[in-house]
């Protein structure tokens, strides 16, 4: 049996009518889509909503993807201006202060009780709430960069700008992460400093 | 300092760059402190972000949703570089030939010096009757509809795209 591996095998056979073989694309980015979803909202119900969205938007237009560039670059590019869309029509906040806010409430209540201290922590759960705490330009294009497995010039098409401001995007962003950490995770951060 | 050891740690340096910033880092206790520093937060978040994951029901549920779609032609299908550039080229060919008959015609002659311009009268009445002007008409609002029509198709489709 033939079974095709790479995205641009799978897309051609979708294309010649096995529309069952796009359940292995959703399959393989359903988490990373879903994940910058999550990214500029707070809801599970309506990140999913997105993602689904997003893959319905790529499978009607998948007859445009002409290879020229990573499948998973398409398909982030119509992430990031379905996740945009998203907001516009619900007026959502970008930034939820909520996660910050429940520190700086158990900071106030105690001055021992810091708020790394809330509940046990592990390095991962550090620094995937502290990206929490990021706006969502910054969570995005840590993520992209991260774990997108996306170069500069990608992320770039991605987000419609230039490589370099890409990188002075990423720089800022990897500022505010720290920043963020050592405001709320003092103990863990200084650990792993010793 | 941070903007270069952040490119220095991810590989955007240049050679020489890589090179100076390295011996930087060994000979200098501050770029040193502020390399291990930046270094730490990269290798955390190299190793330590997680992706987040949806429903187990994921899949079905953007399987039934796309058995309701169809795969839209693709857009070069139906917008042809070459049609757009012989309705341009009719354009331009047109334009030309209206500015040249109406230049030909003016009269180029300076009443107060008695001087005057004689270009070459162009007579085109021979080879314009009203059939012919019609036609041309008509075969240019024609075109301009086919060319509206191809840029507000491809307008429609990226709008659709940008907030369904």
Known sequence: MNIATTDTEIISRVLHGENNLYAALVERYRNFVFTIAMRFTPHREDAEEIAQDVFVKAYRNLADFRGDSKFSTWLYTITNTTCISFLRKKKLAVHSLDQEHVFEVADAQNSDFKANQVEAKSRMQMVNQAIQMLSADDAKIITFFYKGEQSLEEIGRIMGIDPNTVKVKLHRARQRLRSKMEEHFAEEVKNIAD | MEERLWDYI???????????????????????????????????????????????????????LVANEKIAPAASSYIKKSVIRVIGGFFILSISAVLIWALANVNWSAPDTGKSLDLPKVDLSKYLSPTVINGMIIATVVMALMLLDMTLRKKQKRNREMTE
């Open chain 2, 10 to 64: 991810d590989g955007f340096s240049s050679e020489e760059e890589k090179s100076f910033i390295a011996q930087l880092i060994e000979t200098n206790l501050e770029w040193r402190r502020k390399y291990h520093e930046l270094l730490d937060v990269h290798q955390l978040m190299q190793q330590n972000i997680e992706l987040d994951e949806p429903s187990m029901r994921f899949t079905q549920n953007v399987m039934e």
